[in-house]
C-alpha cells in the first residue's frame, strides 16, 4: 500500500476545507433569504445583495449557492449565476435554530481573496 505524500494530504485537507466552508455559506444564504422573504416564498434574491448584507466576497457566494444548489436548497438563475430563489428543501435547515452552525475553523469572508 503506497503512503500519500505531504502534498496529497495537504490537498485533501484543503478540499475538506472548502466543502465545509461552502456548507457554512450555503446555509447562512438561505437563513438570510429566508429572513428577507418576508414570507414571501416565490422571491428570488439577487446575489449581490446577498453579497453586500453578509459581506462576502463574490467568489465565495458563486461557490456557496453551487453548493446549495447541489444539496437542493437553491434554484439558480443566470449564466453566471445572479439570483437564487429557496426551494422547500432549505427548510430543513432554516429551521433548525437550535442548531448553532459555527464558521469554520479559520474561516474569513474575504476568503479566498479575490
Not at 456548507?23 to 429566508?34: D, V
Not at 445583495?49 to 458563486?62: D, F, H, M, P
Not at 445572479?82 to 433548525?96: F, G
Request: overall charge negative; proline content about 5%; hydrophobic content about 40%.
Amino acid at each position: 500500500m503506497a503512503m500519500r505524500s505531504d502534498w496529497e494530504r495537504a490537498e485533501s485537507r484543503l478540499v475538506e476545507a472548502t466543502i465545509v466552508t461552502d456548507r457554512f455559506l450555503a446555509i447562512r444564504i438561505c437563513r438570510e433569504i429566508s429572513r428577507t422573504e418576508s414570507g414571501d416564498k416565490l422571491k428570488w434574491a439577487f446575489l449581490q445583495s446577498i453579497e453586500e448584507s453578509l459581506g462576502l466576497a463574490e467568489n465565495a457566494v458563486q461557490r456557496a449557492v453551487r453548493y446549495g444548489a447541489e444539496q437542493g436548497w437553491l434554484l439558480l438563475e443566470g449564466h453566471p449565476v445572479h439570483s437564487v430563489i429557496l426551494c422547500d428543501a432549505a427548510a430543513e435547515i432554516i429551521d433548525l435554530r437550535d442548531t448553532a452552525v459555527e464558521p469554520p475553523v479559520g474561516y474569513s469572508p474575504q476568503w479566498p481573496p479575490d
